[in-house]
């Protein structure tokens, strides 16, 4: 049974997770909302409404995954034409917020923080409030001026590995920064909790160390927000294939799938990989060998909340 909606709640399908948009507009039984965005010759990206949205309460779902900047871009101008069409209020629905690893000046580094300086243009934009997804680091929650629904990924995969029933399993933290994360699975899965000491050395590479917690002769589900160039799961698995460890699942919320991370998730010693639709993944090698879970339902029960609490 759809969700309840009354006419005043308009989805609008950006062009970064059009399925995953789909997904969420099935779930209320309705159609995105007409706003077309094409280009000028030049690349500029144009936006028209063909919808009236004066008063409506509208949710513009787009990840700032890459193309980053285009899809950065592309969710600004909606914002812009949605406000400037009078629409009562706007969510950005950002399932995959991009720029969030860059996040801090380490160390008193000459580097701008640009998940601020993109939380600022968002709410630049005409946004009031954002809705997203395991957010790299949940502090981010606080570089946004307007309100922030921060939701967990955990559920799409708890369910499904629940399901699998995989026994003797230990969860594992890929580094320290993921630990609530893998503690969380743990938990809910009823499983051992294991972490990697893993140092990232730059953007491309991290160096690992050792492995902190029992793992021998166990199952191992390595939990993470991102899989970007593969390098944190790759070196994971290894070193825990090293331990003693029997079949490598991955479950990581956002498949930015980057430079060799195709190549580099192949060579691993990983039985499956699990991933969300918070970034639509390109290539059938790629379909094949991942398997994407759904996040449209969580979305949609968030929409819905936050639609109803402004009617009520
Ligand atoms: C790091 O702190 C994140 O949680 C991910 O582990 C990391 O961003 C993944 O990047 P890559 O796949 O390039 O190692």
Redesign the pocket.
């Given at each position: 049974m759809p969700k309840q909606r009354d006419g005043s709640l308009v989805l609008i399908r950006g062009n970064a997770t059009p399925d995953l948009a789909m997904g969420i507009c099935r779930e209320f039984g309705c159609e995105p909302g007409q706003v077309e965005v094409s280009r000028f010759p030049d690349g500029e990206i144009h936006v028209q409404s063909h919808e009236d949205l004066r008063g409506k309460d509208v949710f513009i779902i787009q990840s700032t995954c890459p193309p980053v900047n285009e899809n950065l871009m592309e969710l600004l101008i909606l914002t812009d034409c949605v406000k400037r069409s009078s629409a009562d209020r706007i969510t950005a629905v950002i399932p995959y917020f991009g720029y969030a690893?860059q996040d801090r000046r380490e160390r008193g580094a000459h580097v701008p923080i640009s998940a601020k300086l993109i939380a600022n243009l968002i709410a630049a934009a005409g946004a009031d409030r954002v809705l997203t997804m395991d957010l790299?680091a949940e502090q981010i929650q606080g570089f946004f001026d307007i309100p922030v629904d921060h939701l967990y990924g955990g559920p799409v995969f708890i369910d499904h590995f629940r399901k699998l029933e995989i026994p003797d399993l230990v969860v594992v933290s890929?580094?320290v920064?993921?630990i609530k994360m893998a503690r969380a699975y743990s938990k809910a899965l009823g499983a051992r909790l294991a972490t990697v000491d893993?140092r990232?050395i730059s953007?491309?590479e991290?160096e690992v160390g050792f492995v902190i917690g029992e793992v021998e002769g166990r199952n191992a589900l390595i939990s993470?927000?991102?899989?970007?160039?593969?390098?944190?799961?790759a070196q994971a698995s290894r070193i825990l294939k090293d331990n003693g460890v029997k079949d490598i699942y991955i479950a990581a919320t956002h498949p930015?799938l980057?430079?060799p991370?195709v190549e580099k998730l192949e060579a691993s010693p990983i039985k499956g990989v699990f991933v969300t639709d918070t970034i639509p993944i390109a290539g059938k090698y790629l379909q094949n060998r991942v398997k994407v879970l759904s996040s449209a339902g969580l979305f949609a029960d968030a929409i819905e909340q936050i639609h109803r609490s402004s009617t009520i």
């Open positions: 690893r790299h890929p580094d920064g993921s893993k990232r953007a491309e991290t993470d927000d991102i899989i970007a160039t593969g390098g944190s799961i930015v980057v430079g991370a």
